[in-house]
C-alpha cells in the first residue's frame, strides 16, 4: 500500500473507532451519571482527573517512544530500532514505579487540604483515589507497545482494542446500575482491572508481530538512554501543563463552587476530547510518515504533508463542532436528560478549543522530528500554565465561570502561533504560504458551514430531525465549500486517485 493510501486507510480506520467509542462513551456516560448521581460523578470526574496530573508523563513517553521508533525506521536501523523500545520499557519501569509512589504520598495531602468532598463519601473517594492510581500504573506500562503499534501503522489493531475498551466500560456502566454495593467504588476497581486488560492484549500483540520488542537491557546505551530521557524530560513540560490546565481548572471550580460544577465541567471536557479525536486520528495516523521523511532528509515531502494534514483534520473537526454547537442544549437534554448545571455553555465553550487546534496541531511531529524542542516545549507550558491564575483571578474577583473558562480559548490562540514560529524556526516553513493556503480558506468555510446551518436550523423547532438537519447541513456545506476553497487541484486529484485505489483494492479483495 502507498503511503498516502496507507494514511487515508488507517484514518479511516480510527475514525470509525472513533465514531464507535463516541456512540458507545455517550450511552455509558448517561448510564454512569445516572447509576452515581451528580454528586458522586463529580467526585469521580475530580479524583480521576487529579490523578491525571500526577500521570502527564504518560503521554509524553508515548509521543517520545513513538518518534523514536519512526525516525529509526526511516533511517533503516535495525538494532538501533531495537534498542530504543528496550530503552523506553526501563523507562517506563522506573517511572511507573515513581508515578505510583507520588500518587500514594500525595494522596494525604489531597484529601486533607485541596479536595472539597462531602465528609460521609470521603471514603469511596479515597477507594475510588487508589484505584485509579493502579490503573495509571497500567496505563503507563502499556505505552511502549503502543508506541510501537502506531509506529507500524497498524491502526487497525489500535481501533479494534479502542472499540473492546469502549464495550467494556459500557458493560462497566450496565453492571454498575444493576449492583447492590456502593457503585461509585466498584466504577474505579473495575477500570482499574480494566486498564490490566488493555495492557495485557497490547502486550501479546507486539510480541507476536514485532522484533524489536524483544527487550534486551544490556544493549542500552547510556547516552541513548540520556537523549530518549532529556527528549521525554522536555515533552513532558507540555504533557504536564496540558493536564494542569485541564484538571487545575477543575479544582479551581471545585474550590469556588463545589463537586456539583465539576460534573458539568467533566461533561465539557469530554465533549471537547470526543471531537479533538477527529484530528487527532488523522495526527496520529500521519505522524509515523511525518517523521519518517524527516528521518530520510526529505524535508520539504514532510511539510507538504503537515499542511495537507493540517486542513483535513481542521475539516473534520469542524464537520462535528459546527452542529455540535449550535444544537448542544438538545443534544445534552436526548444525551442525558438532565443536564448539569453550566453545562451546555461549558461544552460551547470548550469546543472552540479542539477547532482552533484542528489547524496546527499537525505541526508538533515535524517539531518533535526535528529534536530540537527545549524552546518550543518552554513556551507551550508557560501559556498553557498562566491559564489557572488568570481563571483563579477572574473567579476570585466574581466575574463569570463562563469568562475564566475561556481562558482556554485565548491560550489555544497563543498555542497554534507558537507552533507555526517554531515550525518556521526549526523546519523553514513558510508562514505566509501557510496563511494563504490553510488559514484564510479554512475561515472561508466555516463562515459558511456555520452561518448556512444556523440559517437552516432557525426554520425548525427544537427536535432530534432538527439536530440531523443541521448536522447534515453544515456536513454539506463544509464538504462543498472546502473541496472549492481549501484544497489545491493537485490535493483534490490526489484524493481521488488514492480513493480510487483503494477502492479497487477492496473490490478485488471480495
Known amino acids: 500500500m502507498q503511503p498516502k493510501d496507507r494514511i487515508m486507510f488507517n484514518t479511516g480506520i480510527l475514525a470509525f473507532k472513533m465514531l464507535c467509542s463516541i456512540g458507545l462513551a455517550l450511552f455509558s456516560t448517561r448510564l454512569v451519571l445516572q447509576a452515581l448521581g451528580v454528586d458522586d460523578f463529580g467526585i469521580f470526574q475530580l479524583v480521576a482527573g487529579t490523578i491525571g496530573i500526577l500521570s502527564f508523563m504518560n503521554m509524553a513517553m508515548a509521543a517520545s517512544t513513538q518518534r523514536h521508533l519512526s525516525f529509526e525506521m526511516g533511517r533503516g536501523d535495525v538494532e538501533a530500532l531495537q534498542r530504543v523500545f528496550s530503552?523506553?520499557?526501563?523507562?517506563?519501569?522506573?517511572?511507573?514505579?515513581l508515578i505510583f509512589i507520588v500518587l500514594e504520598i500525595a494522596a494525604v495531602p489531597l484529601f486533607e487540604s485541596v479536595l472539597n468532598i462531602q465528609s460521609e463519601r470521603i471514603a469511596a473517594a479515597k477507594f475510588i483515589y487508589h484505584a485509579m492510581a493502579l490503573a495509571t500504573l497500567f496505563s503507563i506500562s502499556s505505552v511502549p507497545y503502543e508506541a510501537a503499534i502506531t509506529a507500524h501503522e497498524r491502526m487497525a489493531i489500535l481501533a479494534f482494542v479502542g472499540i473492546a475498551e469502549s464495550a467494556a466500560k459500557l458493560g462497566i456502566a450496565i453492571i454498575l446500575v444493576f449492583q447492590p454495593f456502593d457503585r461509585l467504588k466498584a466504577y474505579g476497581l473495575l477500570m482499574a482491572l480494566l486498564m490490566f486488560f488493555v495492557l495485557v492484549a497490547k502486550r501479546l500483540y507486539c510480541h507476536m508481530n514485532f522484533s524489536e520488542v524483544k527487550v534486551h537491557f544490556r544493549s542500552i546505551r547510556s547516552g541513548e538512554f540520556k537523549q530518549m530521557l532529556a527528549f521525554t524530560g522536555w515533552t513532558s513540560m507540555t504533557a504536564l501543563s496540558d493536564v494542569l490546565q485541564g484538571q487545575g481548572l477543575a479544582i479551581i471550580f471545585n474550590y469556588f463552587f463545589g463537586v456539583r460544577i465539576n460534573a458539568a465541567y467533566g461533561i465539557a471536557r469530554q465533549v471537547s476530547g470526543q471531537t479533538k479525536y477527529l484530528s487527532a486520528v488523522l495526527i496520529k495516523a500521519a505522524s509515523p510518515q511525518t517523521v519518517s521523511r524527516m528521518g530520510e532528509g526529505r524535508h520539504k515531502d514532510a511539510i507538504r504533508l503537515v499542511f495537507s494534514i493540517s486542513k483535513v483534520s481542521y475539516l473534520l473537526v469542524l464537520a462535528l463542532a459546527v452542529p455540535l454547537w449550535i444544537e448542544m442544549e438538545s443534544v445534552l437534554e436526548i444525551w442525558l436528560k438532565n443536564p448539569p448545571e453550566y453545562s451546555v455553555w461549558f461544552c460551547r465553550i470548550i469546543l472552540i478549543t479542539p477547532v482552533l487546534r484542528g489547524l496546527t496541531k499537525p505541526f508538533q511531529p515535524l517539531i518533535h522530528a526535528t529534536g530540537e524542542i527545549g524552546r518550543y516545549q518552554r513556551f507551550m507550558t508557560t501559556?498553557?500554565?498562566?491559564?489557572?491564575?488568570?481563571?483563579?483571578?477572574?473567579?476570585?474577583?466574581?466575574?463569570?465561570?463562563?469568562?475564566?473558562?475561556?481562558?482556554?480559548?485565548?491560550?489555544?490562540?497563543?498555542?497554534?502561533?507558537?507552533?507555526?514560529?517554531?515550525?518556521?524556526?526549526l523546519c523553514d516553513v513558510d508562514i505566509a504560504l501557510f496563511f494563504r493556503q490553510v488559514f484564510f480558506p479554512a475561515i472561508m468555510v466555516f463562515a459558511l458551514s456555520f452561518g448556512g446551518a444556523c440559517w437552516v436550523a432557525s426554520g425548525f423547532e427544537e427536535s432530534l430531525i432538527r439536530i440531523v438537519i443541521t448536522t447534515m447541513t453544515g456536513c454539506i456545506i463544509i464538504a462543498l465549500s472546502s473541496w472549492t476553497v481549501i484544497f489545491s487541484s493537485f490535493e483534490r486529484q490526489l484524493l481521488l486517485s488514492t480513493i480510487g485505489r483503494l477502492k479497487a483494492r477492496l473490490f478485488a479483495s471480495n
Open 87 to 97: 530503552t523506553s520499557i526501563l523507562l517506563h519501569i522506573l517511572l511507573g514505579i
Open 383 to 425: 501559556v498553557q500554565l498562566l491559564v489557572l491564575p488568570i481563571a483563579a483571578i477572574l473567579l476570585y474577583y466574581k466575574f463569570s465561570v463562563y469568562l475564566a473558562l475561556f481562558t482556554i480559548v485565548f491560550a489555544e490562540l497563543l498555542l497554534g502561533m507558537g507552533r507555526l514560529y517554531h515550525a518556521k524556526v
